[in-house]
């Protein structure tokens, strides 16, 4: 029995708007110390390394509105899966330019994929997203393709 629906399959192609953010000095100095960076550009806050990315999609949010184990609560762009338990499967990066102080990037976020496969344990679900980073022009900056994995 297969356990995506056609509800689940129209998500395919489903965006949220993107999202503005600056880079600035300091975020980036804040992370490279945070992540054990020891490059002087990122220390210094001249450039961004790659994964500090994900910490400017992450909201701050106060302690109320966080899940009891301290996660924020899943975005509006997962669907309603019959399996609930959702893990990190991945990412893939295509860097099309390096990142900047200074720089204004938008993000899209789209699921480009959800498909089913039999693991050891039962059934799973992957959910592929594409997370799309572009400056206020349009020229592409970073494309990450996430895979989130449904148990």
Do not use: W
Request: charged share 25%; with cysteine.
């Amino acid at each position: 029995m297969a356990l995506i629906t056609e509800s689940i399959k129209r998500c395919i192609g489903t965006s949220l708007p993107p999202f503005r953010f600056e880079v600035n000095r300091n975020d980036i100095r804040k992370y490279a110390v945070a992540t054990g960076q020891r490059s002087s550009r990122y220390l210094e806050g001249d450039e961004a390394p790659l994964l500090f990315l994900f910490s400017a999609m992450m909201p701050v949010l106060p302690l109320d509105q966080l899940l009891d184990d301290g996660h924020k609560p899943d975005d509006a762009l997962l669907p309603e899966l019959p399996l609930k338990r959702i893990m990190a499967g991945g990412s893939e990066f295509d860097v099309h330019r390096r990142i900047y102080a200074g720089d204004v990037l938008f993000c899209r976020q789209t699921i480009i994929d959800i498909y089913e496969k039999q693991g050891a344990q039962g059934p799973l679900i992957f959910l592929i997203f594409e997370n799309r980073f572009e400056t206020e022009a349009g020229e592409a900056v970073v494309t990450e393709r996430l895979t989130r994995i449904a148990r």
